[in-house]
């Protein structure tokens, strides 16, 4: 079940940081958002789009008010934009496109000959390039240009120049950026910008039709990006904001889930893009927001529905605001029974992200995929866990669950090894720390590693008090192992008597972080008739949904 996949370490962050919640004057309606999509460690050396709905492409760059500036087109319905270096089409890892290793004999080389007359529009470039054979127009840095061949090395561009009078050799660039035919070497069109534009590509030869394209085995609405820096592309979609919530659902839930869950997911994604968008957490990206848990999932809108396009019309620009400010509405998959505090997750409480007992979530229980969860650690793994993780120790023996929340989730997980030394995690690491599904579970198994007298193991008790066989009341110091021994006397055991049960399990219920709306909570609210306002006001605390 895809939607539960994806929200399995949601939402969102690993740790959620606040920020300044803007005010509904500078919030807008429908805004234009950038969501990258390959980036970094993924970023491409070559990007297909197929047309789908609507015909052809423009080229063009997004200026600094993301309004598109066109400088070119073709009416070609399957293109590839290839980074400026040579590189060579073929499959790798299950997609056909551009790759830098050599998989076939069709290649884009980096090295180009220009010729040295400027023109003033594309069209004028257009019509000179086709006086020559391998020609296309260029856009570098503000002025057009022809440019002939894609050429493997510098050599067999230096041949090449010698019949073509007046011709430059122009090397690879970290820059530049061809539009060449998808399955070719022919280069249709290229872009150079030193000046930090970086291509845009928007489906469709005018604005008639509301075009999908089809990249990488998704289809999306909109516009894409192609920015370089010295390397590969990285390649974003830019869209407006009514578009992109559209994805968003299909990704974090199912287009068949009940109208108002749909509403209520709309509203959710709508909102937290925006924070997003405000807080550009992702700028130095040369995009807005990304398309994973780090801020939202999103692929695109394969999957659509009646019932999906309903939810994002029905809740056309409304936001969730809290005190007259922008809210971040974080959310996961399902709570197992209670919700919690963001402040007892991460290190920010927030007024609208408060802990409660769900009531709703355990109707439908039957129907979320490993609902109720348990994993079993044994000694030896969780004393190889911590010293993997910097923690020295020496040979763990009891982990106990230390801290509960009022709600009933984990707040604080102590680990002790065979000298008495403690290790503790709070907050999230109570989850992620041991790789777990929740924030809600119990600990059961182990011993705390200590016998008596040979006759079995007992756990290890601390912070308490005993009456020793005196009748004397002591006080038991934190962190000490005792029991009654047979005289009735209180005794502390000594680490070194360590045995008894080797492994630990853990057993919980729920997916995810706990803060803010469990998914699943409103699918079960929407089919018990409540609508997307009940839900939104039920999981955050003193909100209200409008328009800014």
């Known amino acids: 079940m895809k939607f539960i996949q994806l929200a399995a370490a949601l939402l969102m962050v690993s740790q959620w ?34 047309n789908e709905v609507g015909s052809g492409y423009r080229f063009g760059y997004f200026d600094g008010s993301l309004r598109f500036v066109p400088l070119g087109s073709t009416a070609k319905t399957a293109i590839s ?47 000179a390039a086709c006086r020559y054979a391998g020609a296309f127009p260029a856009w570098i840095d503000g002025a057009y240009y022809v440019r002939l061949g894609s050429y493997l090395d510098s050599a ?13 050799v122009t090397a690879p660039s970290g820059t530049g950026v061809s539009v060449v035919e998808t399955g070719t070497g022919t280069i249709l069109f290229q872009f150079d910008s030193t ?24 289809t999306y609405y909109g516009a894409f990006q192609y920015r370089r820096s010295g390397g590969n592309l990285t390649v974003s979609n830019v869209l407006p904001m ?23 997911q709309a509203v959710c994604a709508r909102t937290y893009g925006y924070a997003k968008l405000l807080d550009q957490r992702h700028s130095s990206d040369g995009f807005d927001i990304c398309n994973t848990v780090h801020c939202q999932a999103y692929r695109g809108i394969a999957g659509m529905s009646d019932a999906s396009r309903q939810a994002v019309e029905a809740t056309y620009g409304q936001y969730i605001w809290y005190n007259g400010g922008l809210t971040e509405p974080v959310y996961f998959s399902c709570d197992g029974g209670a919700t919690e505090d963001a402040g007892n997750i991460w290190y920010e409480d927030t007024p609208y992200l408060k802990g409660k007992t769900d009531p709703y979530e355990a109707a439908v229980s039957d129907k979320i995929e490993r609902y109720s969860w348990s994993v079993t650690y044994t000694r030896q793994e969780l004393t190889d866990l911590l010293n993997g993780k910097g923690y020295a120790n020496s040979g763990i023996v009891d982990v106990q669950v230390t801290k509960t929340s009022p709600t009933g989730n984990v707040l604080a997980i102590t680990f002790t ?5 403690s290790f503790t995690k709070t907050k999230e690491d109570c989850r992620t720390f041991l790789g777990l599904r929740s924030q809600r579970y119990s600990i059961s198994g182990g011993s705390g590693g200590y016998a008596v007298n040979g006759e079995g193991t007992l756990p290890s008790v601390s912070g308490v008090y005993a009456v ?14 005792y029991v009654i021994g047979g005289d009735a006397a209180v005794k502390q055991l000594a680490p070194s008597a360590a045995s008894g049960g080797d492994t630990f399990t853990i057993a919980g219920t729920g997916w995810g972080h706990h803060v803010g709306m469990s998914q699943w909570g409103a699918y079960s609210m929407a089919q018990q008739g409540y609508t997307y306002w009940d839900i939104l006001q039920f999981y955050y605390t003193g909100i209200e949904v409008r328009q800014p």
């Not at 009748?471 to 192992?481: F, I, K, M, Y």
């Open 195 to 218: 000046d930090g534009w970086a291509l845009a590509v928007q489906p469709g030869l005018d604005d008639t039709v509301k075009t999908r394209t089809i990249f990488r085995g998704n």
């Open 81 to 127: 934009m290839v980074k400026d270096q040579t590189v060579y089409y073929g499959t790798v890892g299950g997609w056909a496109g551009y790759y830098d290793s050599i998989s076939s004999g069709i290649a884009v080389g980096g090295y180009h000959l220009q010729l040295p007359e400027r023109y003033a529009d594309f069209q004028a470039a257009s019509a």
């Open 17 to 50: 940081m606040g920020a300044a919640p803007a005010q509904a004057a500078s919030v807008q309606v429908n805004p234009t958002i950038r969501v990258g999509l390959f980036y970094g460690g993924s970023a491409l050396p070559g990007a297909n789009l197929l």
């Open 417 to 421: 090894d065979s000298a008495g030394k």
């Open 242 to 264: 009514e578009d992109y919530v559209q994805g968003v659902i299909l990704s974090e839930m199912s287009a068949s889930w009940p109208l108002e869950a749909l509403k209520a």
């Open 468 to 481: 020793d066989g005196s009748g004397t009341v002591s006080q038991l110091p934190s962190g000490q192992p």
């Open 156 to 168: 067999s561009a230096q041949n090449a120049q010698a019949a073509v009078p007046g011709a430059s």
